[in-house]
């Protein structure tokens, strides 16, 4: 059942990598054949022309991918377990593989397993959007369990059947719930504010008119007075501060443009040179790591191209936030996916201090 609503690269996914040693003309053709049948449905047709090509290139991944993907297809699910096992110790960076694992762990019902290989997927390629919805999804089904024993050591435990019930909406259709449960909880919380409302309205609106009187009273006998607080267009400055805060939030905005464009254009010197000396990758992983990491992840693909969306930007003063939607696409993999990123100024720029996924 989670099977179904867990979104994986099981049928899409195709691997064009390139390595070392790993491309010939006539072993392509068989690879480029098994690919088409496998698309047509052509399941064991596929799977001849693929183990033709994998017997000249058995260390092959793209070709060793789609035996993993062939074998799933055809249910058989312990052998295909054990092809994209192989490819998850052969080839530690690919975060795919992982992810395949997770679905097949899922479908036997080993979550413990499935959760695993994600977090491993994650830790790969931390923009890997699938992953972290699947992982979200294998959550949600530990947590199911957890409720459910809880129900059984104790029936009349209403908070955990609730919950419960919560869980099991994310994996069925929306007529069954989602909809009916969060209106009560919305009228219940609009009600109160209704009935608060016209009491609460009155006192305000009388005592307005009783200040405005006070206020012009003390104009009149001291006509000084009101003249030096005319001489107040200081107060026209806040629309200063927007106007400076605007400015800040264009420029982080640019600084975002340029990592992206840097990176689109494999760019890493310009691409590394938009993290503050301060960055600090995630993990415990060494800064010297993190960055030949990253080099190698962008020199890698043929062609890469990275388009952001900013949604939000809050500055506060030397330092800013934003939260943007990030759609990645090079030859060898497309993803999609919010991420955050935490800037500081330094020397007139807007560094990147702090990176992760999720808003």
């Given amino acids: 059942m989670l099977l179904r609503h867990l979104r994986l690269p099981v049928v899409v996914v195709a691997l064009a990598l390139t390595f070392a040693g790993g491309t010939a003309a006539a072993p392509a053709d068989d690879l480029r054949e098994a690919q088409k049948l496998y698309t ?19 260390r092959e991944p793209q070709g060793r991918f789609l035996r993993g993907l062939i074998l799933t297809e055809q249910k058989k699910v312990n052998e295909a377990i054990q092809v994209f096992t192989g490819l998850t110790e052969d080839f530690p960076e690919l975060p795919e593989p992982y ?95 209704k009935a608060a409302e016209p009491p609460k309205a009155e006192p305000p609106k009388a005592p307005p008119p009783k200040p405005e009187p006070a206020k012009a009273e003390p104009p009149k006998p001291a006509p000084a007075k009101p003249e030096p607080a005319r001489v107040e267009p200081p107060k026209a400055a806040p629309p200063k501060a ?32 938009a993290y503050s000396p301060a960055f600090e990758p995630g993990g415990g992983e060494s800064r010297d790591a993190w960055a030949k990491q990253r080099t190698e992840r962008i020199e890698r693909p043929k062609s890469i191209e990275v388009s952001v969306q900013v949604r939000s930007i809050d500055v506060q003063g030397d330092t800013a936030v934003a939260v943007f939607r990030q759609a990645y696409r090079s030859d060898t993999l497309k993803s999609n996916s919010t991420k955050t990123l935490r800037f500081e100024k330094s020397g007139g720029k807007w560094l990147i201090t702090q990176e992760r996924v999720g808003g």
């Fill in 40 to 58: 047509q449905g052509r399941l064991q047709p596929a799977m001849e022309r693929l183990d033709a090509y994998l017997k000249a290139q058995p």
């Fill in 99 to 193: 992810n395949n694992l997770a679905v097949l762990y899922a479908s036997l019902g080993n979550y413990d397993k499935a959760k695993s290989a994600l977090e491993l997927a994650i830790h790969t390629h931390p923009s890997y959007a699938t992953a972290h919805e699947n992982l979200g999804d294998i959550y949600a089904q530990l947590a199911s369990r957890a409720y459910d024993r809880a129900l059984q050591l104790d029936k009349n435990n209403t908070t955990a059947q609730v919950k419960l019930a919560m869980v099991k909406d994310l994996f069925v259709a929306p007529k069954a719930g989602s909809g009916p449960r969060p209106e009560p909880a919305k009228v219940a919380k609009a009600e109160p504010p």
């Fill in 242 to 273: 927007p106007a400076a805060a605007s400015d800040e939030k264009a420029a982080v905005t640019a600084a975002i443009q340029g990592w992206a464009k840097a990176w689109s254009a494999k760019d890493v010197k310009g691409y590394l040179a």
